[in-house]
């Protein structure tokens, strides 16, 4: 049997267990009241989006809509808030506040939730995905254990598109970690997520935008560009501000990989003016807004703009100050590394580079920590320091020296052979 979109039953026919329905608790009383006020038929509220045999199982409590679904009937009916819709307002109230940014309220509502002894399991689990949303930038760490946990949770709830985003975030945490390994755990969540009837284009873009950001991390540009035009192709329409954003900022990344500085610079600028847009309407600094300006910072420096530049990278550190984020930070001190060094300022750029490099150690930033051994590297060599060159880019190599970095392994061989050309440095780094 087929289910209407937005449409989870349950199952109870014969001996079998009865399956835990999916979606959202509503209050089916009350959406039955509110279309006889309205004075709505069935296929009026149903609409085009789903079948009126669906708005009669909401309204008898026999089947749950997903929260998308309940929002189009809500807004349908015209005469009733989300919250009178729904059973439990706790559950809408969490997803109301990670969908406007609010994360400090967001963490405080779910632990409080998860302290609670007489939580609901389904809360608890949806408590759990929520509290890992609060500290995705902060904490990353704390973020990987809660939304495994909160999979586990999901899943015995019969939560199957929730636990497959829980797996995609999660990708995203370890992503911020810089562990290569966000790639294949969001494959498998979008894979998982594919296998559901009921999924959201937007929730499937976003996937695919995240694979995209991951791709890039290990230097895949090529396959990264092309997850983010098929995000795009997904999504039609419905891309909001943010995510559009993020889409363009990898688009950005990924034509700067491939040596496309022009379209680089043009897809980055848009990037830059949607985050802004995006900040002024909600008006909460987002640590999306600091990265980009760091990266459209490096895409100036590198077109000769170096005020401009400055500019930009200088508001990136600012904001991830106010935000109390330091993942990503550590590229911003790179960058303004490398921006006293193309401006000949080579003491500064080794106190930046050096800055970056204890940082990336601290947090554990793999690739970051790579980047800044080269760039020290650099510095070192252009300073006549050619024994302290090669042990940085013999540094960078060894923790490159795993088969889902080769890409960034070789781009390390070619800069150190790039410097060693220009410098008439000594031996080549060990490879």
Request: net charge positive; aromatic share 4%.
């Amino acid at each position: 049997m087929l289910h209407s979109p937005g449409v989870v039953v349950g199952n109870d026919t014969g001996g079998r267990r009865r399956r835990r329905a999916r979606g959202v608790a509503v209050n089916a009383t009350a959406l039955r009241q509110a279309r006889i006020d309205a004075r709505l038929s069935l296929a009026q509220v149903a609409g085009a989006t789903m079948t009126k045999q669906a708005v009669h199982l909401f309204e008898t409590g026999r089947a749950r809509p997903t929260m998308a679904t309940l929002r189009v009937i809500v807004e349908r009916l015209g005469n009733i808030s989300m919250e009178a819709a729904l059973a439990d307002a706790k559950e809408h109230r969490l997803a109301e506040l990670d969908e406007q940014r609010r994360h400090d309220e967001l963490g405080r509502l779910a632990r409080l939730l998860l302290r609670e002894v007489n939580t609901a399991r389904r809360t608890r689990a949806l408590a759990t995905f929520y509290a890992g949303r609060a500290v995705l930038d902060r904490q990353p760490a704390r973020a990987v254990t809660l939304f495994r946990r909160a999979r586990r949770l999901l899943l015995r709830v019969s939560e199957r598109a929730l636990a497959a985003e829980a797996m995609d975030w999660e990708a995203a945490a370890l992503y911020l970690l810089q562990d290569i390994t966000a790639v294949d755990v969001g494959l498998q969540a979008l894979e998982r997520y594919r296998m559901l009837e009921d999924r959201q284009p937007h929730v499937e873009a976003r996937m695919l935008e995240h694979i995209g950001t991951y791709r890039l991390q290990r230097g895949e540009h090529v396959d990264a560009i092309a997850r983010y035009r098929q995000a795009i192709e997904v999504a039609g329409a419905r891309l909001d501000l943010a995510r559009l954003a993020n889409v363009y900022h990898g688009l950005a990344e990924g034509c700067r990989q491939a040596g496309d500085v022009h379209q680089a610079l043009d897809y980055m600028e848009r990037a830059v003016h949607f985050y802004r847009t995006e900040h002024d309407v909600r008006g909460a600094i987002s640590a999306n807004l600091a990265r980009a300006e760091n990266d459209y910072g490096v895409h100036l420096m590198r077109a000769g703009r170096y005020e401009r530049a400055e500019e930009m990278i200088r508001a990136a550190l600012q904001h991830y100050i106010e935000i109390g984020v330091e993942s990503g930070r550590t590229h911003a001190l790179l960058s303004m590394g490398e921006l006293r060094m193309l401006t000949n300022r080579l003491d500064e750029a080794v106190d930046w580079t050096v800055r970056a490099i204890g940082v990336s150690r601290r947090l554990g930033e793999t690739v970051t920590l790579a980047a800044g051994h080269q760039q020290l590297g650099e510095l070192l060599a252009a300073t006549g320091d050619l024994r302290g060159f090669a042990a940085c880019f013999d540094r960078a190599l060894a923790i490159l020296d795993r088969p889902e970095l080769a890409e960034r392994r070789d781009e390390c061989v070619a800069r150190g052979r790039r410097i060693r050309e220009r410098t008439g440095a000594g031996r080549q780094p060990a490879v």
